[in-house]
């Protein structure tokens, strides 16, 4: 069974476009993450849900708007998509957050391409 | 100064070197640091962790922490082909670059 799963694996779209990633980890963890690795493979922290409650929203576009249903989901929309927002995206899940030096587990990426 | 800091590589050894992987880091308070493997066009996985300074070892894996430098190495004994991808050292949500290594047989 995956641990953390997101779709989809692959996104391409035209500029100006809105999409969403979904990631669901069955793990039973309480904190979730969204991260943005970008062509260079710097990893960049972008948000931090624990329990369900946002902790952690880095200097991101208010384009991205995270959203967790429940502790074991975190979706990530993004509006208005541009160039820059091409990158690969990777969703992670620790039981506690960054106090407690939770390790974590990542999901596969997805890949999302902006033309 | 970036926080976490990493020579990006790439590094080219042949199998069965020692590979020795390096971070720099800022703040003295952080406690706790890992390291992650990334293989191509896959999500990173734990490979270590370590608690303040000192030394840890799992299987060909040692990872070492320098507090009083701000230090923090991994080393890779025997080294194998299947060791060939990206390493990246964190700290709390923090990343470093990671470095590529390619172990060529």
């Known amino acids: 069974d995956t641990a953390v799963s997101q779709t989809p694996k692959y996104l391409v779209t035209q500029m100006g476009n809105d999409k969403s990633i979904k990631c669901e980890q069955n793990?039973?963890?309480?904190?979730m993450y969204w991260y943005k690795q970008d062509s260079k493979k710097f990893l960049k922290i972008m948000f931090s849900?624990?329990?369900?409650?946002?902790?952690i929203n880095e200097t991101v576009p208010n384009r991205f708007s995270p959203k967790s249903p429940d502790k074991a989901h975190l979706n990530l929309h993004i509006n208005s998509l541009e160039l820059g927002d091409s990158a690969v995206y990777f969703c992670?899940?620790?039981?506690?957050?960054?106090?407690?030096?939770?390790?974590?587990?990542f999901g596969p990426g997805t890949r999302l391409l902006v033309l | 100064q970036k926080e976490v800091e990493q020579d990006p590589g790439p590094l080219s050894v042949p199998e069965g070197a020692i590979v020795s992987l390096n971070c720099t880091y800022s703040?003295?308070?952080?406690?706790?640091f890992m390291w992650y493997r990334q293989y191509s066009r896959k999500g990173p996985e734990l490979l270590m962790y370590?608690?303040?300074?000192g030394n840890k070892e799992d299987g060909r894996f040692t990872a070492q922490v320098d507090k009083s430098s701000k230090y923090i190495s991994l080393f890779i004994r025997d080294s194998q082909p299947s060791d060939s991808a990206t390493y990246l050292c964190?700290?709390?949500?923090?990343f470093g670059t990671g470095t590529r290594l390619q172990v060529f047989p």
């Open positions: 703040n003295s308070a952080f406690q706790y």
């Open positions: 964190a700290t709390k949500l923090i």
């Open positions: 370590t608690y303040s300074s």
């Open positions: 992670a899940s620790s039981q506690g957050g960054q106090g407690q030096g939770g390790t974590q587990y």
């Open positions: 849900y624990n329990n369900k409650e946002l902790i």
């Open positions: 793990l039973g963890h309480d904190t």
